[in-house]
């Protein structure tokens, strides 16, 4: 049997990591400024996520949702006081596209409606319903077509209103930064007005934080920099550090009902035991005040090279853009360079994803490969 092919490789085969570094099967060493698509949080083979995974692993790897679990108990708890939403609940499921579907259905259960406001450029995942509302039409199959959903500009309250004011709208979702459309962030102004709009009309607030969550931003939460509090969070990339699971953060004013939301896998034993290891890690080791202050040091020095139209972001979430395609500079950085950077589906984007725990000497390092790259690049 061979793979599906749908994902365009690099011929690398990388086989262990520690901290910011991975190796491939010849030995050779990778400064990883991707992440592995944002979910390296607080470093690749931590020793304390290791050390909690393999302590679980010896004890108990599943057990269902129809018996108590401590772990999540546990999970919640720490969450809840790292994040600041303590006063909120949480779902546990097994990945981003999950957790939004999960919110968007909880919200509908909540105000009865079904249609949806997203933005142009958002990525919300895979699923049936987080594809519907997206405006790339390339990944929306026939069967995944939803004629009620609504793709606006971002940033644009006037729109927003216009359309929350028809009274059919069942949630508003909108990502705390834009990462795979190419690192743009919300205005503060128009997520503090589109809070006031849900109110207004009864829409839910859905704040994807998949990809700017968990310290990314050098906030715990993205939106935290507008000061809004959204009715629905959702959760999942650096969440477990590379161990499948996602949730939603939901506000107390949602009343849970048996069987409304469901998953055979989501919160597993393991998958907590990862979740409560990163929590723990990141407090531990200030890795959120270390993203803050490594990605402005990062954007800070991007800015400085005349081939970069612009680096922009918060945190270790960053996107440079260039007047022209990315793919040539990311390619000679991989290759010649030995670092990994990411795409977005703005060509001439490149997005810094790295382990939260980059210091300022890699970063340093990295730059120094950057300048490397784009002083001999003609652009
Ligand atoms: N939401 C955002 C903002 C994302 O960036 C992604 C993945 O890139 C997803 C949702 C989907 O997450 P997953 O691939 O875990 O389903």
Request: glycine letters at 10%.
């Amino acid at each position: 049997m061979k793979l599906f092919d749908v994902y365009p490789l690099f011929n690398i085969n990388i086989v262990k990591g520690d901290g910011v570094w991975v190796w491939d099967d010849q030995g050779e060493k990778y400064l990883d400024l991707y992440g592995g698509h944002a979910v390296i949080s607080i470093g690749h083979n931590h020793p304390h996520f290791t050390e909690k995974l393999s302590d679980q692993l010896n004890k108990l790897t599943f057990y269902s949702n129809s018996v108590i679990n401590k772990l999540q108990e546990e999970l919640a708890v720490k969450l809840g006081a790292l994040s600041g939403y303590d006063d909120y609940f949480l779902f546990l499921c097994n990945s981003g596209a999950e957790a939004n579907e999960n919110a968007l259905k909880l919200a509908s259960f909540h105000n009865g409606r079904a249609k949806v406001i997203s933005f142009k450029k958002c990525f919300h995942g895979r699923t049936s319903l987080a594809v519907a509302i997206t405006d790339n039409k390339n990944i929306i199959a026939p069967v995944n077509a939803k004629e009620d959903a609504v793709v606006l500009e971002l940033n644009n309250a006037e729109l927003l209103e216009q359309e929350l004011n028809k009274g059919d709208v069942c949630a508003v979702i909108v990502e705390g930064i834009q990462g795979v459309g190419g690192i743009h962030t919300p205005d503060p102004e128009f997520l503090r007005t589109a809070r006031a709009l849900c109110d207004k009309y009864d829409a839910v607030l859905i704040l994807d934080e998949v990809q700017s969550g968990y310290g990314r931003s050098g906030k715990f939460f993205a939106h935290q920099y507008a000061d809004v509090k959204p009715d629905i969070i959702s959760v999942a990339k650096g969440m477990g550090n590379g161990f499948p699971i996602g949730g939603i953060l939901i506000h107390p004013k949602f009343t849970p009902k048996h069987g409304m939301l469901g998953t055979t896998f989501g919160g597993n034993h393991l998958a907590c035991a990862a979740g409560i290891a990163v929590l723990e890690v990141l407090k531990l080791q200030n890795l959120i005040e270390n993203a803050a202050e490594t990605g402005r040091f990062l954007i800070e020095n991007l800015k400085k090279f005349p081939q970069v139209k612009e680096a922009r972001g918060a945190g270790l979430m960053i996107g440079i853009e260039f007047e022209t395609p990315a793919a040539e500079i990311r390619k000679e950085l991989l290759f010649e360079h030995k670092v990994f950077t990411g795409s977005s589906t703005e060509k001439n984007v490149m997005r810094l994803l790295p382990p939260l725990s980059l210091g300022k000497g890699e970063a340093a390092l990295f730059l120094e490969k950057f300048g490397q790259v784009v002083n001999k690049q003609r652009i």
